[in-house]
């Protein structure tokens, strides 16, 4: 099948969404298209769609300025999820860097024997990858270091990981030995293959805030582990904590930020974004009604 569909001028997307049922304004329509591109916002009008209509017709009703607020609440929310993610990044690298360099030293990392979790060709990568980076930086450390101490030609671990990107350092962790796997994950509380599928995950989610696509009612492919119900009976009851949608990922989040960040109002933020916005459906990110009873989610609720 050949695609067929044509070019239309702001004005003319305007004229189709209020032919679909849209209201508003036509000049705020246009405004609004000028600023977010017609495929984007259509992601918000989405679940507005008339499931008997035809031609991609709205249900009755369906306002731009309520799927405006679903867009403007999806980028404060991935505003929040970012913020998040750089706190658990910067704390794993730290855990990482600790437990790795007073092991095997600040280079310990050129050599592939004390990263066996990565193949000879993903630990080439990396040390590329690193290299890259530095070659890249404008960075003072950087600079000054390479200037005072000529001779080398790699940096140590604990400068090289301030040049990492979240899935670098995801690549770091994934080539540990086990035993200093499961020691990093002992910090927060999990086991070590949750930790990397957590980790995994929120790479994914990382991603995708940072090219500004669509959070609020995403189903994820990537999606991470729930811990085991024997050991870890407050992800299953009386909440099961769902692992497909935002629900998941945002309590994952908010797990490691207890342990990595644990003076951070992040939790308040986030219901005051829930309070802001009471009209955005939580449902959609897979939150049930009844999720503050959960014992992850409900411990001083909104006193952290």
């Known amino acids: 099948m050949k695609y067929t569909k044509t070019s239309l001028s702001f004005t003319e997307q305007a004229d189709l969404l209020l032919k679909r049922g849209l209201i508003a304004n036509r000049n705020l329509i ?7 591109n017609y495929y984007r916002l259509s992601a918000y ?3 507005f769609r008339d499931p008997n209509g035809f031609d991609d017709k709205l249900l009755p009703n369906t306002s731009l300025k309520t799927v405006w607020r679903r867009y403007v609440f999806d980028r404060h929310l991935r505003f929040l999820v970012m913020d998040g993610i750089e ?4 704390a794993l690298r730290t855990q990482i860097t600790n437990h790795f360099c007073l092991q095997y030293g600040p280079f310990g990392y050129l050599n592939r024997d004390n990263l066996p979790g990565l193949s000879v060709a993903d630990h080439h990568k990396l040390l590329t990858k690193l290299g890259q980076e530095a070659d890249a930086s404008h960075e003072d450390f950087v600079r000054h270091y390479f200037k005072k101490y000529s001779s080398e030609t790699d940096m140590p671990l604990w400068m090289a990981c301030e040049l ?3 899935g670098t350092t995801f690549t770091l962790y994934r080539g540990l030995k086990s035993r200093m796997k499961k020691d990093i994950a002992k910090e927060y ?3 070590a293959p949750v930790l990397s599928s957590w980790l995994r995950s929120l790479n994914q989610v990382r991603n995708i805030c940072a090219h500004h696509a669509r959070l609020w009612n995403r189903e994820f492919g990537v999606k991470p582990l729930i811990p085991e119900s024997k050991t870890f009976p407050e992800w299953h009851t009386p909440i099961r904590i769902c692992n497909n949608k935002a629900f998941g990922i945002l309590t994952v989040l908010y797990f490691l930020l207890k342990q990595a960040a644990p003076q951070s109002k992040w939790r308040n933020r986030l219901v005051n974004l829930f309070t802001e916005y009471n009209d955005v459906p939580k449902h959609f990110m897979g939150f049930p009604s009844d999720w503050a009873q959960s014992p992850i989610w409900e411990n001083n609720l909104g006193e952290v």
Not at 30 to 36: G, N, P, S
Not at 87 to 90: H, K, S, T, Y
């Open 30 to 36: 246009v405004d609004r298209l000028k600023a977010v």
């Open 45 to 47: 009008w989405y679940t």
């Open 87 to 90: 706190r658990v990044e910067i």
């Open 164 to 166: 990492m990107t979240f």
């Open 189 to 191: 509380g999990i086991h």
